[in-house]
């Protein structure tokens, strides 16, 4: 084995051994190379480049309705943390959390707490329980560190292209792309996108439970997956081909969820839900 090619099989292996932290959610160990003080300030950057440049609903009934509904499942989240041993998890976050005004059914999060929620999504959510589980899924997103986590897999998809590269360096041109394509598209369909769809479960069972725990009722996530799926009117692409996963799995999902979501808020003195 050539020397370049063992220093980068080398590499990667160190990556991965090294660059581990625990979910404080879930208990498991996940790959991350990037540190929040290296994320944080360039998320804070792009966010404020993004508002600066879209409509941000100020001052309105929507506008505050959204702010309550992110600052409960922050503290739910903040009392979670506290009771299972992380507290300062927190720290270098910045919560902000603003309503955009765009017909987009969507809202995203990015990391060290920066949430947008689209006005187009709210007429989907229909009740501030609605607006609960989409809240509760996009900060579940930044507390699970999954920005940090792609960008990190990433870089490990990159190691892989190059030991594939330098493999397969004896070989024809035609050869080599014919390799690296298969690589790309095998890396992505079966590395890297079941990664997001993951993600995208993970925050879906984070969010019930921090939701359960602001005192909403986590059988409504559910019910508004279902209004997702007759939105978009089966326009989708296959799961395998997906970020995420299919709607009706995310409804089966939340279903068999609920109930371990409602447990865990009991646990904080949640008796009953909105």
Not at 41 to 58: I, M
Not at 160 to 168: D, S
Not at 235 to 243: G, I, K, N, Y
């Amino acid at each position: 084995m050539s020397l370049k090619k063992t220093l980068i099989i080398t590499s990667a292996m160190l990556l991965m051994v090294v660059a581990c932290k625990t979910n404080p959610f879930t208990g498991e160990k996940n790959l991350n190379f990037v540190s929040n003080e290296q994320l944080f300030p360039a998320s804070f950057e792009q966010y404020n480049q993004f508002l600066s440049e879209a409509n941000v609903v100020t001052g309105t009934e929507e506008s505050r309705m959204v702010k309550q509904v992110g600052q409960e499942i922050i503290t739910a989240a903040e009392r979670y943390l506290n009771a299972n041993g992380y507290q300062g998890f927190m720290q270098g976050f910045e919560w902000e959390i603003q309503l955009v005004k765009d017909d987009q059914v969507n809202a995203f999060a990015m990391p060290g707490g920066k949430v947008v929620i689209y006005t187009g999504i709210l007429d989907v959510a229909e009740t501030r329980t609605g607006l609960a589980t989409v809240m509760a899924h996009e900060i579940a997103h930044a507390l699970a560190d999954h920005g940090a986590q792609r960008m990190s897999a990433a870089q490990l998809q990159q190691v892989g292209g190059a030991v594939v590269g330098v493999a397969a360096g004896g070989q024809s041109q035609a050869t080599q792309q014919i390799i690296a394509q298969a690589y790309g598209i095998g890396s992505q369909v079966g590395g890297m996108l079941p990664f997001s769809r993951s993600h995208e479960a993970e925050a879906d069972r984070i969010g019930l439970t921090l939701m359960a725990i602001a005192g909403y009722n986590p059988d409504e996530a559910a019910e508004l997956w279902r209004r997702m799926a007759a939105q978009s009117d089966g326009q989708a692409p296959p799961e395998f081909l997906s970020t995420h996963p299919s709607n009706q799995t995310r409804i089966n999902n939340l279903t068999e969820w609920a109930p371990e979501a409602k447990a865990e808020a009991r646990k904080y003195g949640v008796t009953s839900f909105r």
